[in-house]
């Protein structure tokens, strides 16, 4: 389903929520890194680069506000999408989603952002 296998982290703070939903990104054909809290997600940015960094519903709004600032700094060119969004605009996140809504919701969501990143990056190649 997905037109480009994308590196995408994702932490979540309940296992049972990490581990279902980072399986159906998967099978949706992206490479997930699952982790477990704001320590997990730390962590991983430190180790690695991610093309899109998803902070989780489980998540509390302390990590999910103070989080996408960790991944920003990491890599700019990091897209960063927040599940469970309380409507408020943060000006690290490039994508929201509401935590109510189906799995394949939020991976239109993906592919959206991704599709604008490459127009955008195709905008700057010419």
């Not at 099978?27 to 180790?47: F, I, N, S």
């Not at 935590?99 to 592919?111: K, V």
């Amino acid at each position: 389903m997905a037109t480009s296998k994308l590196n995408i982290l994702y932490g979540e703070s309940e296992d049972e929520v990490l581990a279902s939903q980072a399986a159906l990104i998967q099978k949706a054909g992206h490479q997930v890194t699952p982790v477990l809290g704001r320590k997990g997600v730390e962590e991983a940015l430190r180790q690695g680069k991610f093309d899109l960094v998803i902070l989780g519903s489980s998540m509390n709004k302390n990590d999910r506000h103070h989080l996408p600032y960790m991944v920003k700094k990491a890599n700019q060119a990091t897209r960063v999408l927040v599940m469970h969004a309380d409507g408020a605009r943060h000006p690290r996140v490039d994508g929201m989603i509401d935590s109510g809504r189906s799995i394949e919701a939020l991976l239109e969501m993906i592919a959206s952002m991704m599709s604008q990143q490459k127009s955008m990056a195709a905008g700057t190649a010419q």
